[in-house]
């Protein structure tokens, strides 16, 4: 069943620190009891594959001072966000507003959001979107 929810809501570590905004949920082993004994069974055969569409993400600056952001979308096959990973470099959100942006990114099982605050420290994120099941 598809779930639309609040994927990430806080405030992010200060600057210069990546912060994991999200993670897609990923594949786990399941294991059934068969006479007695267990019996691992390849997720594929009895887990659901989650996807994750990001539909919004919202910055907000309460403090007067104004933030600069970095956003990354790493794939499953890379450890941490880098250059090859940046969608939104040096985002500005002015002192006491917040910016909305509304996006569409499909992730795959095991992708991660991350954020680095350039500039600032004090911002609020809240990133909305739908697991796909």
Do not use: H
């Amino acid at each position: 069943m598809d779930s639309y929810k609040i994927l990430y809501q806080g405030v992010p570590g200060g600057p210069d620190t990546d912060t994991l905004l999200y993670t897609v949920p990923k594949r786990a082993l399941t294991t059934f009891t068969v006479d007695g004994g267990a019996v691992d069974v390849t997720p594929s055969a009895v887990d659901e594959n989650v996807q994750t569409l990001v539909t919004q993400i919202c910055l907000c600056d309460g403090t007067g001072a104004g933030d600069t952001v970095d956003i990354y979308v790493v794939p499953n096959s890379e450890d941490s966000p880098g250059a090859g990973n940046l969608v939104f470099n040096s985002l500005v959100v002015a002192a006491n507003t917040t910016e909305r942006k509304n996006l569409n990114w499909p992730l795959a099982s095991d992708n991660t959001i991350y954020v680095n605050a350039v500039t600032g420290s004090v911002l609020t994120i809240t990133l909305f979107g739908i697991e796909v099941k």
